[in-house]
C-alpha cells in the first residue's frame, strides 16, 4: 500500500516568510509524529498526535511553529517568520497507536532552506 | 537525556562484522532501530522491548540489557546495502513511550 507522503520535498524561502509543510499519513495509522533533523544530526521530536486527543506539542521550539491535524489524517506543520536556523528536513512518521511495539513509518521529508 | 550511540562513525570491508551501541542514562522500557540511507527515510529494523520481546527484520540481530540500560545492533558479514546511518531511539514509561532519539551511527562498507 502507500507509504507516508509529504509535500513539497524541497522548499527555499526568504527569513521572515511563513512555510506549511504537509504530511500524508498511512491509511488507518491513528499516530502521527513531526520530527526535525538537521544536517548530520539525529532526529528532533516536534509534535505527535494520537486520534482525537490534545496533541504532545512538548518538542516544538518556540511558538512560531504550529501543527495541525484535519480528520484524522493529513497534517500541517507551519513555521511562522521563517529563521535560518529553522533550515532543516523535516520527517512525518505515523504509526498505530503510540505505544512500545509499533514501529513508525516515515515519509521521505521535507527540506526547508531559508536564506 | 539523549541515549548515546556508539561508534560516531565505522569503516567495513564488506563481509566484516560490525556492533552499533546504543546506552541511555534512564531506565528504558523499549529501545527501536532505524537505518536512514542518504536522502532518503529511516527505515524501521528492529524493536527491543523490556523483558526480552523483540520485534524486527530476520536478518537483523539485537541485544537489550535492562541493567545496563544499553542496547546493541549485531551486523555480521556486512553488505554494502548495509550502508547508511543508524539510529536508536528509546522510550520509557516515564515519558509515556515517546522516543528520544540517539546522533545517529554512521557504517561505511567498502567492496
Known amino acids: 500500500g502507500a507509504g507516508v507522503s509529504q509535500s513539497p520535498s524541497n522548499k527555499v524561502t526568504e527569513k521572515g516568510k511563513d512555510v506549511e509543510l504537509r504530511c500524508d499519513p498511512i491509511?488507518?495509522?491513528?499516530?502521527l509524529y513531526w520530527y526535525r533533523q538537521s544536517l548530520g544530526q539525529g532526529l528532533e521530536f516536534l509534535i505527535y498526535?494520537?486520534?482525537?486527543?490534545?496533541?504532545?506539542k512538548s518538542g516544538l521550539p518556540s511558538d512560531r511553529f504550529s501543527a495541525e491535524r484535519t480528520g484524522g489524517s493529513v497534517s500541517t506543520l507551519t513555521i511562522q517568520r521563517t529563521q535560518q536556523e529553522d533550515s532543516a528536513v523535516y520527517l512525518c512518521?505515523?504509526?498505530?497507536?503510540?505505544?512500545?511495539?509499533?514501529?513508525?513509518?516515515f515519509g521521505p521529508g521535507t527540506r526547508l532552506t531559508v536564506t | 537525556q539523549q541515549p548515546v550511540q556508539s561508534p560516531q562513525a565505522v569503516i567495513l570491508r564488506e563481509g566484516e562484522d560490525a556492533v552499533i551501541n546504543c546506552s541511555s542514562s534512564?531506565?528504558?522500557?523499549?529501545v527501536h532501530w532505524y537505518r536512514q540511507k542518504h536522502g532518503e527515510a529511516p527505515v524501521f529494523l528492529m524493536i527491543l522491548l523490556k523483558g526480552g520481546e523483540q520485534k524486527g527484520h530476520e536478518k537483523i540481530s539485537a541485544s537489550f540489557n535492562e541493567k545496563k540500560q544499553q542496547s546493541s545492533l549485531y551486523l555480521t558479514a556486512s553488505q554494502l546495502s548495509y550502508s547508511g546511518t543508524y539510529f536508536c531511539?528509546?522510550?520509557?514509561?516515564?515519558?509515556?513511550?515517546?522516543?528520544?532519539w540517539g546522533a545517529g551511527t554512521k557504517l561505511i562498507i567498502k567492496p
Open positions: 491509511s488507518g495509522h491513528t499516530a
Open positions: 498526535f494520537q486520534g482525537n486527543s490534545a496533541p504532545d
Open positions: 512518521a505515523s504509526s498505530y497507536p503510540r505505544g512500545p511495539t509499533y514501529e513508525q513509518y
Open positions: 534512564k531506565a528504558l522500557y523499549s
Open positions: 531511539g528509546t522510550g520509557d514509561e516515564d515519558s509515556n513511550y515517546q522516543l528520544i
